[in-house]
């Protein structure tokens, strides 16, 4: 089985290169998406002949639409690589994986063609997806005017849109943004917005569409039997805007089990991959190394 491992990145680059590492093996390969706003030398110690960076970037706002194109060109890349790739797996940049390159590709193996990918039809109180999140009209940062206008307008109740009148017969779904996809999957991302331009176009003016656009449409199509809970654990515990940064209460729950299991408002499922790390708490790396050895 080969891998293709679809990263969308805006800083981490020691922590990028050393997942790189661990995750490399004969059947993966490495399609890296560096946001445009960030110096791409900064990432240039990240080397390989299964390691392709995006020659494309994209500027990428926080919860914008910027964030689907570059996920969409990453999947393009590795849907036409001369290696027919069975597995797409997204990550951030931020995460480092539970498990080894060879763990991994077994347990893709086993539950090949399961889709990983956290999802909940919207709204769904317990997992914070209001259907709010889909129905306020949200204009991108780079139309700075339309956009503070538009903000007014929704604090006052009259930016809101109704669904119904713009995605047709397809109910709306959402959870988190990282997911590993079986190549039919992602031909099936591909098509859908090729053939469905209107509703592309409705998805570029809602909150965080990269947690909405994906599964929205998969939870919509012949693929939503085959779906399960995504592989990447996050601590959402405090409820805030981002997950929490793993420290050494994280490493000690992983520590002490050879499979991290967990269960939440997305199912039950076992998680091969931590996030957030980072290249400021190099510390937290080592030891999630020694918790795994």
Known sequence: MKIAYLVFAYKNPRL???TVERLSCSDSSFFIHIDLKCDL???RAIRGENIVFAD???????????GVKAILM???????????FEYFLLLSGSEYPLQSSEYIHKFLVANQPQEFISIVKMPNAEAGK????????RIPSEQPVRRLLVRTLARLGLAQRDYRKHLGSLEPYSGHTWWALTREACQYIIDFGEHN??????FENTFAPEEMYFHTILGNSPFKSRIRRNL????WSSRGSH???????????????????????????EVLFARKFSDDNWDMVRRIEEARE
């Not at 494309?56 to 910027?66: L, T």
């Not at 331009?197 to 409705?202: A, E, H, I, L, S």
């Not at 997950?243 to 499922?269: L, N, T, W």
Request: charged share 30%; hydrophobic share 45%.
């Open 243 to 269: 997950p929490a940064m793993i420290d050494e209460q994280h490493i000690a729950f992983f520590r002490d089990r050879q499979k991290v299991i967990i269960s939440d408002v997305y199912g039950f499922g």
């Open 232 to 235: 990447v654990y996050e601590d």
């Open 130 to 137: 209001p259907v709010s999140r889909i129905n306020t009209l």
């Open 74 to 84: 990453l999947i393009q890349a590795a849907l036409v690589c001369q290696d027919k």
């Open 56 to 66: 494309k970037r994209v500027r990428v706002s926080w919860a914008e639409f910027s």
């Open 41 to 43: 030398e900064d990432f």
């Open 197 to 202: 331009v209107g509703v592309v176009k409705y």
């Open 16 to 18: 990028l290169k050393r």
